[in-house]
């Protein structure tokens, strides 16, 4: 055997043996590389639970052609069933720009919804560092329109559905996209002498970034 060979046939056994030495001396298995993450041992779903805080951005499209702009802040909880599955609770406040202008009796009259909220419950399915989930919970929005001198607004109480997928960065940092979409049913609002009728039902795209406390 050439002397190459021997060089590496001893690197081989030492590399084979290092590890299993490394267990005998200190208890446990010799530490490995995490690259920014921990690994439990317990399955994908434990590295999501704890609580998380973010911000998130996206465009809504409203039912009747409100549409616009919105960003918030969200917030939750989430804890594991087995080892794949995570539920959990999430709540939101947003601000949006959805509005909408048309004339009625000769007068410029704009519909908006300025603000957004939801609490929600929240399961998905967990792929190492990637989560796509479901969601689904209740709603509530600004509904108000302004025209003839008057102004009329109302807190409307709804419905919100969504799905999303989320993807650790790191052990602390995740990111997000999801589809929402939200239902209130329309609403008559008196302006003056007029009945302006609105409808702040929305279907929203965004997206998002949390930290895990």
């Excluded at 590389?33 to 317990?42: E, F, L, M, T």
């Excluded at 929600?120 to 399915?125: I, L, W």
Aim: aromatic share 8%.
């Amino acid at each position: 055997m050439s002397r190459a060979l021997k060089a590496l046939a001893l690197v081989a056994t030492v590399a084979a043996i290092t590890p299993a030495a490394a267990a005998d001396m200190y208890g446990s298995p010799a530490p490995s590389a995490s690259y920014g993450y921990q690994d439990s041992g317990a399955g994908p779903a434990s590295q999501w639970t704890g609580a998380y805080a973010g911000g998130q951005l996206g465009y809504a499209w409203g039912k009747e052609g409100l549409h616009g702009p919105q960003g918030g802040v969200y917030g939750g909880v989430n804890t594991a069933i087995g080892s794949n599955i995570v539920v959990g609770a999430e709540a939101e406040v947003n601000i949006g720009g959805q509005t909408r202008h048309t004339v009625s009796g000769g007068q410029l009259i704009k519909k908006s919804s300025d603000w957004n909220a939801a609490v929600r419950a929240r399961a998905g399915v967990a792929f190492d560092k990637v989560m796509p989930y479901a969601t689904v919970g209740v709603a509530f929005a600004d509904d108000t329109v302004k025209g003839f001198g008057a102004t009329d607004t109302t807190t409307k109480v709804g419905y919100v559905v969504g799905l999303g997928v989320e993807g650790r960065v790191t052990d602390k940092i995740s990111v997000k996209g999801e589809l929402m979409h939200t239902g209130f049913g329309g609403t008559s609002h008196v302006n003056a002498w007029t009945v302006q009728d609105n409808n702040v039902s929305s279907t929203v795209l965004r997206t998002g970034a949390a930290y895990k406390f």
